[in-house]
């Protein structure tokens, strides 16, 4: 890549710039040695204002650490601990950047397409039907840094998976939350009975192992980390739409986009990841854990324990023979486009 049209666009592009100056080695004009802060104090951004789309927008989730982990290993650039710059955070996402736009071996990001496991179309619609009749609120604060036109948290009661008089009157004696959870439970007594159908005809086991239920409307790009999982989740979408994958990214150089459509996925959402463009209207339910053992956290996607029909398995011998498609980081092309 010519120097010099790396050097302007460092300096003139706000997508690298981001409030900084950026000064550039003499010896070598591919490597930022310096950053000078701009005087305005500028809002922090949250997953919700940021087009997941975008490269930086993917690594921002990652801790400093993490990222300085990902220079040296993918792209053989170390820091020394005594350098002042050594955990500056911007200098640090600008050499990766760099080094993503630059490396011929590194420059690209492999998309790796997968799908989850289909359930029964009865149940499906059933799902569906009760999406349709829940009245969302008008707010999304149950979780205002993600992006969506409806999100609501059902949590788990400690005593039974379905919500009761008698749970309430139970969870009164416990707290105030505990009893207004378990009223909002009942309240959304439909999508929770159907949505616990779902989990149990895919995995039994973790049909008893999840502590809480994200049911979202039109959820949105938004990549982000779930900080507080202690475990892989499940994740389905369904409505009708076109496009919104669940993407992750498995490795610095793998994001796998997965078609959750009437189907159920396993992902484990400590790795960053996002929904995809998409058009229509488009629901989600997700199964996450947050108390209870902790499992150590390995591979970003896994395959569910259910048998996959034959018609399934002939769909992974072609999409197979396909094999993986790569789109250049840094063009206009999303990573996750249908």
């Known amino acids: 890549m010519n120097t010099q049209s790396t050097r302007k666009r460092l300096l003139e592009d706000k997508k690298f710039i981001d409030g ?3 000064i550039l080695s003499p010896a070598d004009d591919n490597v930022l040695t310096e950053t000078e802060t701009t005087t305005d104090t500028k809002k922090k ?9 975008d490269l930086r927008s993917q690594l921002e989730p990652i801790s400093t650490p993490q990222l300085r982990k990902r220079l040296h290993r993918t792209f053989g650039i170390s820091f020394d601990d005594s350098d002042e710059n050594a955990y500056d955070r911007e200098l640090i996402m600008q050499k990766l950047l760099i080094c993503y736009e630059n ?12 799908r989850g496991v289909s359930i029964d179309p009865k149940l499906l619609s059933d799902l569906l039907t009760e999406m349709e009749r829940i009245p969302w609120p008008r707010t999304t604060r149950e979780r205002p840094k993600i992006l969506a036109e409806g999100y609501v948290i059902l949590q788990r009661p400690p005593s039974s998976s379905l919500p009761s008089k008698e749970n309430i009157k139970m969870t009164t004696k416990a707290n105030n939350k505990a009893k207004n959870e378990a009223k909002k439970l009942q309240r959304f007594n439909g999508i929770w009975t159907k949505a ?8 039994k086991s973790f049909a008893k192992q999840f502590t809480a239920l994200a049911v979202t409307k039109n959820f949105q790009g938004s990549a982000h980390i779930d900080t507080l999982n202690i475990a892989p989740f499940y994740g389905i979408s369904l409505g009708n739409f076109t496009g919104g994958k669940l993407c992750v990214e498995c490795s610095p150089t793998l994001v796998a986009e997965i078609d959750t459509k009437g189907k159920l996925a396993k992902v484990d959402g400590r790795f960053v990841h996002w929904v995809s463009d998409h058009e229509g209207t488009r629901y989600s339910l997700i199964y996450y854990v947050t108390s209870g053992e902790v499992i150590p956290q390995t591979t970003a996607i896994f395959k569910p324990p259910s048998v996959v029909d ?9 999409e197979e023979e396909k094999g993986k498609r790569t789109f250049p980081v840094g063009t206009s092309t999303s990573l996750c486009a249908m």
Not at 45 to 53: E, I, P
Not at 103 to 114: A, G, W
Request: net charge negative; glycine share 0%; proline share 0%.
């Open 310 to 318: 034959s018609d399934e398995k002939n769909q992974d011998k072609v």
């Open 45 to 53: 951004l949250s997953a919700c204002d940021r087009d997941a789309n």
């Open 196 to 203: 616990i159908e779902a989990i149990e005809s895919i995995d």
């Open 20 to 22: 900084c100056r950026l």
């Open 103 to 114: 490396k011929e071996d590194t420059s690209l990001r492999s998309i790796r397409y997968e």
